[in-house]
C-alpha cells in the first residue's frame, strides 16, 4: 500500500500531498474554476469539476495530470462537490444551480439525478457499506440528508443547528 495521499485545489489548480512526506506535487494547473476534488485510488485518477461559466465539466487526468478528460459537458450548471465511489465506479456530484444530486459512471455516461428539488446541495460523501451517498444543503433549513445509491430512501439526518453544513 502507497503513501496517503490528501488531493485539494487552489481554484486554478488541482494539487496532491503525499501525507507522510509533505510533499506537495500539482496535478493540473491554470485551470478556469475547481471546486470539487475527488480520487479513485483503484484506476489512480483525479476527478474534478470546473465551473467556467457556460463551459462547466467534470473532469479527470492520471496523478501527474496526463491523460485529461472531459467526462461529463452537459446537463451541468454549478457542479460542487463531488465523490468517487471506486468499489461501482460511479461519481456521484451535487449541482447547485439545478437543486440536484445526480450520479454517472466513471467514463462519463449512464448519468441520472438521484434527488431533485434540494434547495442549495454542495458536499457530498458514500458510506459504501451501508450503501448510501449523503449529501448537504446550505439552503434555508440548512440539512445533512443521506440516500440509498440507487436515489431511494431519501432522508434527513441533521436538520438542527447548522448554517453551512
Known sequence: MGEPLLFFSTK???????????EYFPVATNLPYVIGIGF??????????????????????????????????????????LVVDEINRNIYFTDSVRKHLAVCSLTG??????VSGIEQPRAVAIHH????????????????SMVSMDGSDSKDLVTEGLIWP
Open 12 to 22: 486554478s489548480e488541482v494539487r496532491g500531498l503525499k501525507v507522510n512526506s509533505m
Open 40 to 81: 479513485d485510488s483503484v484506476g489512480g485518477r483525479v476527478y474534478w469539476t470546473d465551473v467556467e461559466a457556460g463551459k462547466e465539466t467534470l473532469v479527470s487526468a492520471g496523478l501527474d495530470g496526463s491523460g485529461v478528460v472531459n467526462l461529463v459537458t452537459n446537463g451541468l450548471d454549478m457542479p460542487e462537490d
Open 109 to 114: 455516461d449512464a448519468c441520472s439525478v438521484l
Open 129 to 144: 457499506n451501508k450503501r448510501l451517498v449523503l449529501y448537504t444543503d446550505w439552503g434555508s433549513k440548512p440539512a445533512i
